[in-house]
């Protein structure tokens, strides 16, 4: 017997910071389009699926009431876990008050914090990457106020007018301040202490081989001691990347559209 097709060879993905619902972007349904186009054309190859964090701009889920909007992300997500794609989301400092809705109504599974995995037969370190390195003090404060379940209990109590506005008038602002420059530095500063970082969580944990972030919206991949990688994800705003990983190597790629 002959076979005419050869085996489909599974891959695992990495996205990050697609901050879906952002008020500075001024297309949001072609913005939401290009990445559910983006899931869809790899349902056929991925085996498993990591959303590191700022997938969406915002997101406060209440215990019986959810944001409106995203709704065609969200059906996509749905979609490759009922065919069988794991999915795997970590929250970041923009989605951090995802609870259990998606994991209940999607299947995927939430992550909160940096956390150890192994994902085809290697250790990997995986974080949104706002819990590592250095954090300024008042940073490190608002962080914890944010997974604080006290604090959480409490704006939950806010009527949604008053906290929708807030939160993403706050987003926007923190996006419009920076000048280009300013923003170029801080990204290399913070690029710096992630790699500081996993050199020294390398040294503690030695079976690890690749650590994946996102946070900083830069795309870049790094070589460190031991064969190991650092792998920074970019974004779904301005570079539309996302990393691979088949078994051997974590690759960095840029989407293609046609």
Same mark, same amino acid.
């Given at each position: 017997m002959t076979l005419t097709d050869t085996a489909i060879v599974k891959?695992?993905?990495?996205?990050?910071?697609?901050?879906?619902?952002?008020?500075?972007?001024?297309?949001k349904r072609e913005h939401e389009m290009?990445?559910?186009n983006f899931l869809d054309s790899i349902k056929d190859d991925a085996a498993e699926v990591y959303l590191l964090g700022d997938i969406?701009?915002?997101?406060?889920?209440?215990?019986n009431v959810v944001? $409106?909007?995203?709704? $065609?992300f969200l059906g996509k997500l749905a979609q490759l876990a009922d065919s069988g794609v794991k999915i795997s989301w970590f929250t970041g400092?923009?989605?951090?008050?995802?609870f259990d809705y998606l994991a209940t109504e999607v299947g995927l599974k939430v992550?909160?914090?940096?956390?150890?995995?192994?994902?085809?037969?290697?250790?990997?370190?995986l974080s949104h990457g706002d819990d590592v390195g250095y954090q300024k003090p008042m940073y490190r404060f608002t962080r914890w106020c944010f997974y604080n379940p006290v604090c959480q209990w409490l704006y939950a109590g806010l009527h949604p007018r008053l906290t929708y506005p807030i939160a993403t008038g706050w987003s926007q602002q923190n996006r419009i301040t $920076?000048?280009?420059?300013?923003?170029?530095?801080?990204?290399?500063?913070?690029?710096?202490?992630?790699?500081?970082?996993?050199?020294?969580?390398?040294?503690?944990?030695?079976?690890?081989?690749?650590?994946?972030?996102?946070?900083?919206?830069?795309?870049?991949?790094?070589?460190?001691?031991?064969?190991?990688?650092?792998?920074?994800?970019?974004d779904w705003i301005d570079q539309f990347t996302y990393a691979t990983f088949d078994g051997t190597l974590v690759e960095l790629h840029k989407l293609e559209e046609k």
């Open positions: 891959k695992v993905y990495f996205i990050s910071d697609a901050h879906l619902g952002a008020r500075y972007i001024t297309n290009r990445l559910v969406l701009d915002y997101w406060y889920e209440y215990k944001p $409106r909007g995203h709704i $065609r400092n923009h989605d951090v008050w995802l992550f909160k914090g940096s956390t150890q995995l192994e994902i085809m037969g290697q250790q990997f370190l $920076r000048s280009k420059e300013e923003e170029d530095r801080v990204k290399e500063v913070c690029c710096d202490r992630l790699k500081e970082f996993s050199t020294q969580y390398a040294v503690a944990h030695p079976q690890v081989k690749h650590f994946v972030f996102g946070h900083i919206h830069l795309a870049r991949q790094l070589q460190l001691d031991g064969n190991r990688t650092m792998t920074l994800l970019g």
